[in-house]
C-alpha cells in the first residue's frame, strides 16, 4: 500500500503513479528480478487492492486512484 503524507487533500484524487522497469521475459506487466539474483522464471508484479493487476511501463494503463 502506498500512503501519501504531508499532502494537499485537495489533490488526492489528482496522483498518478506510473511503474516502470525491466520486463521479465515472457511475462508482460511483470518486472524481471535482477540477472545476478540467480533466480529463474520469477517475476515481481502489483495489484491494487481489489486484484486488478497495474501495468508496468504502460502510462496508458497508469493506475490513477486506489
Not at 485537495?10 to 518486472?31: D, H, K, P, W
Amino acid at each position: 500500500m502506498f500512503e501519501l503524507t504531508d499532502c494537499d487533500s485537495a489533490l488526492s484524487n489528482g496522483v498518478q503513479v506510473t511503474f516502470t522497469g525491466t520486463e521479465a521475459t515472457g511475462m508482460r506487466g511483470i518486472l524481471a528480478i535482477d540477472s545476478h539474483s540467480g533466480a529463474s522464471g520469477i517475476g515481481i508484479g502489483i495489484e491494487t487492492l481489489s486484484g486488478v493487476p497495474v501495468g508496468m511501463n504502460d502510462e496508458e494503463g497508469r493506475y490513477s486512484r486506489w
